[in-house]
């Protein structure tokens, strides 16, 4: 129904599947699928999830079929997914100097100056950009928490032995002292908001793995603001299903 390519080079192509028996197909596929996991747009699932109860809730003539009861997703097998690191830039140390800063993370972190830029290897391994210099950070022992779904990944970590109680940064949501970069465009971004932007430091974080996302799901827990970035990601408005018709 629809072949066209957006202004970022995406092809797009868009087929109708409304015959009877496709249909049927491709419900009894999903059937036996065990569980879906929502990657991105947990907040619009929520708040869609509480307008059908609220309506729901409204309508003495309720059957089940009304538009409000669904609302529209798009589906990506795992293997097609990636999950980027989201990142994180400050605008200033809390009234520490940068030595005074170091000698505050060596504390929970071993720290080592790298030569160029610098890019996490592994989970627990951060990176960090602070006047002009690149730093790699690895977590100790006592402050990685594996069994622990949601404490045991590198943006709790950082918050919670960083952010929060060097930086005096508590919510990630509302503080203006906090910028968050997409992994989509490199340590080189982050290096930038530092060097040209008003930005004191820039910390890299290894990219959340997929066990780990679904692992969290799974135990009902809830990932921190800004912990995943996560491609392909569909364009606004391409396609809108109303709740009203």
């Known amino acids: 129904m629809y072949d066209f390519t957006t202004t970022d080079r995406v092809r797009h192509k868009l087929w109708l599947v409304n015959k009877k028996d496709t249909v049927a197909k491709v419900q009894e ?8 996991y929502i990657a991105d747009g947990h907040h619009r699932s929520a708040s869609s999830a509480l307008l059908g109860k609220s309506r729901r809730s409204k309508n003495p003539n309720y059957t089940g079929s009304e538009p ?16 980027y690191d989201f990142n994180r830039v400050v605008k200033d140390l ?4 940068s030595d005074a800063f170091l000698e505050r993370l060596k504390e929970k972190f071993n720290i080592t100056l790298k030569e160029g830029e610098y890019k996490p290897s592994c989970k627990h391994n951060f990176s960090m950009y602070m006047d002009g210099n690149w730093y790699s950070l690895d977590a100790k022992k006592e402050i990685i928490h594996n069994d622990e779904p949601v ?12 952010l929060s109680p060097i930086l005096n940064i508590h919510d990630l949501k509302t503080d203006k002292r906090i910028g968050f970069v997409s992994g989509i465009k490199g340590m080189k971004e982050l ?3 530092v060097d040209k932007w008003n930005f004191k430091v820039a910390f890299g974080l290894y990219p959340v793995e997929m066990n780990q996302l679904k692992h969290i799901a799974d135990t009902n827990s809830i990932m921190p603001p800004k912990t995943t970035w996560v491609e392909p990601k569909m364009r606004s408005g391409l396609v809108i299903y109303s709740l009203e018709e």
């Open 29 to 36: 596929r999903f059937a036996a699928i065990p569980a879906i």
């Open 68 to 83: 409000y009861n669904f609302y529209l997703g798009v589906f990506f097998p795992e293997t097609q997914l990636k999950i």
């Open 94 to 97: 809390n009234g520490l100097n």
């Open 151 to 162: 404490g045991s990944l590198d943006a709790t970590i950082l918050t919670d032995h960083i």
């Open 191 to 193: 290096k930038n908001q």
